[in-house]
C-alpha cells in the first residue's frame, strides 16, 4: 500500500548548525507534500509545503526539495535555534480511485543542543 | 478565534462501552478528519470527509465510526472501544483538499482498560 519512509527518527545537532529529514513517498500520484513540527504536547502545525510541479521552496530559516523522480523530499533548517527542538513529520497527499488520503511519515525528533 | 475544537481532550473508559469524541471547526471547511498517534507510527489517518454527507475510510479505520451531518461537525465514534484503541487522537480540517494545510485540534488522549 501507500506509505511515506522518513529518516532518522532523531537527530541531535549543536545550535546553529544545520539539519536535514529526509522522506521518501511510494505512490507517484502523490502531489503535496507538507510539513509538520509538533512540539511537546502541542498539536502539529504546518511549517513548509511543497507541490508536485516546483522543486523548492524556501521560508527564512527553512526550506524543502522535492524529487520527482526519485520520490524523494527533504527538509532542510539551516541555524538551528533551541526553539526548533520538536518532532517533524512530512507527508503525502494521495488522491486516487475516488479517495484523498493523508499518509504521515514516522516522525522525526529534533534536539537542538545549546 | 478561528480553531478546531476536540472534546473531551482526556477520557479514560473501559472495554466496551460505546463513546463519542466530538470535533467541530469554526472556519467553514470542506475537508475534516481524524487522525491517531501512536509512539514510533506517526499520525495514521482514521477516516476523512470531503464535504457534508461524504465520508470515507482512512489507512486505519477499523473499530471506528463517523459522520458529517454538518459542515462544522465530524464526531468520531467508537461502538465498542478495545485496548489497542487507547492512543492521542487528532481533528483536522482544511479549507478544502485542494488547498492542503490541516488545521488540528487540541488532540484527545483516550485510555480505554
Known sequence: GENVEQHPSTLSVQEGDSAVIKCTYSDSASNYFPWYKQELGKRPQLIIDIRSNVGEKKDQRIAVTLNKTAKHFSLHITETQPEDSAVYFCAATLVTSGTYKYIFGTGTRLKVLA | ?113
Not at chain 2, 14 to 35: D, P, R
Not at chain 2, 37 to 59: A, C, F, H, W
Open chain 2, 1 to 113: 478565534e478561528a480553531q478546531v475544537t476536540q472534546n473531551p481532550r482526556y477520557l479514560i473508559t473501559v472495554t466496551g462501552k460505546k463513546l463519542t469524541v466530538t470535533c467541530s471547526q469554526n472556519m467553514n471547511h470542506e475537508y475534516m478528519s481524524w487522525y491517531r498517534q501512536d509512539p514510533g507510527l506517526g499520525l495514521r489517518q482514521i477516516y476523512y470527509s470531503m464535504n457534508v454527507e461524504v465520508t470515507d475510510k482512512g489507512d486505519v479505520p477499523e473499530g471506528y465510526k463517523v459522520s458529517r451531518k454538518e459542515k462544522r461537525n465530524f464526531p468520531l465514534i467508537l461502538e465498542s472501544p478495545s485496548p489497542n484503541q487507547t492512543s492521542l487522537y487528532f481533528c483536522a480540517s482544511s479549507l478544502s483538499w485542494q488547498t492542503g494545510e490541516l488545521f488540528f485540534g487540541e488532540g484527545s488522549r483516550l485510555t480505554v482498560l
